[in-house]
């Protein structure tokens, strides 16, 4: 009888062992889990601030944060006017990454110390026209620059749509366009530069004073002009061809133009601003947006001709031929940009009051 018991005893003992090491070694399992997590999300809980001038991007961070456990927030600002806040505040902001836009405005802002060097491992993906030399933007996506009519209007004033820029220095398009502020949106910036680039000094400079006259309104803002002209406000929108400019022919009487002459262009880039508490976070941020599957991510967001060349050209933007695209010197957006806008101002008067 004892030996039973003791026999009994011993079963016990070792079962509570067998749990206790099985107990002990879920644990270590889940700390090493947890420890490997760590590992790859160490900035998990992270919140970085965005000054956001890229359409649709917005759809894009839900993944960004599900992979990295960085939150984001943004704010929805023309680099214009960012340029202009930052200048304010000598670059004291909060924010820690600049998010698209004009290149113009990051090169002034980097030349003016407040954006900080990064070089991404992700960059050597990338033709090194579209970044910075030194680190302090790099192209996101390829942004042209083309035309949305609106159908009804057109016919309405038996106006055929134009198919070149210098179609609309044709005074038949008086008061029926539209198109942004040069000094506040970066896209149209990048417009007025490159064919300025292309046409020279003189011819460019004669060309945009007829198209002014035919201009009714300059917005404020890059997002402005697709709307207005779909609502029938004006016949033709001058703005950034992407993917959510076709959208617009889903729900409107209204068609994109590629135009057949030339089209202007822009880097959209991202950097990282030197006032930055979260730098290294940021970083990370920077890396996945230059990444092959970030640069898929946001594509699908809104789709663009991505900066690397291993990321397809969306079906629905095929139609924008790269052939025709201005051969132009990204850097003089930034030396020229004082000397353009005081000719702008110039130029147009009232009518650019901001």
Not at 12 to 29: D, L, P, Q
Not at 214 to 225: C, H, I, K, S
Not at 228 to 254: D, F, Q, S
Not at 321 to 331: A, C, P
């Amino acid at each position: 009888m004892k030996k039973r018991v003791l026999a009994l005893m011993l079963a016990m003992s070792m079962v509570f062992s067998v749990a206790a090491c099985g107990n002990k070694a879920e644990e270590n399992k889940d700390n090493t889990s947890k420890q490997e997590e760590q590992k790859e999300k160490p900035y998990e809980g992270t919140t970085l601030e965005v000054m956001l001038a890229y359409g649709g991007a917005e759809k894009s961070f839900d993944k960004f944060t599900e992979e990295t456990g960085i939150k984001v927030e943004y704010v929805e600002i023309s680099t214009g006017k960012a340029l202009a806040q930052l200048q304010a505040e000598e670059g004291k902001t909060t924010a820690d990454i600049w998010f698209g836009g004009g290149v113009d405005s990051y090169i002034s802002a980097a030349e003016l110390g407040y954006l900080h060097a990064y070089k991404s491992p992700e960059r050597s993906a990338i033709d090194p026209k579209y970044a910075d030399k030194d680190g302090f933007w790099t192209g996101l996506a390829l942004v042209p620059a083309g035309f949305v009519v609106n159908n009804d209007v057109l016919e309405e004033k038996g106006l055929e749509a134009p198919k070149t820029w210098k179609d609309l220095a044709d005074p038949k398009y008086k008061n029926e366009i539209i198109m942004a502020s040069p000094a506040i949106s970066g896209t149209q910036y990048a417009i007025l530069n490159g064919t300025i680039q292309a046409w020279g000094e003189d011819e460019g400079w004669d060309i945009w004073s007829k198209i002014n006259d035919n201009v009714d309104f300059y917005a404020q803002g890059g997002g402005e002009p697709g709307p207005k002209v779909c609502a029938g406000e004006y016949g033709v929108a001058i703005l950034a061809i992407t993917g959510g400019a076709y959208e617009l022919e889903k729900e409107y009487n209204v068609s994109v133009v590629i135009p057949e002459d030339m089209i202007p262009w822009t880097p959209a880039p991202i950097g990282i601003f030197e006032n930055s508490e979260n730098k290294e976070a940021a970083k990370v941020f920077v890396d996945y947006y230059l990444s092959k599957a970030g640069q898929e991510n946001l594509r699908e967001a809104d789709a663009r001709v991505m900066t690397r060349g291993d990321v397809d050209v969306p079906e629905v933007i095929s139609a924008v031929d790269t052939k025709i695209l201005i051969d132009q010197d990204v850097l003089l957006f930034g030396s020229q940009r004082e000397d353009l806008l005081t000719k702008w101002a110039d130029l147009v008067g009232e009518k650019d009051a901001q």
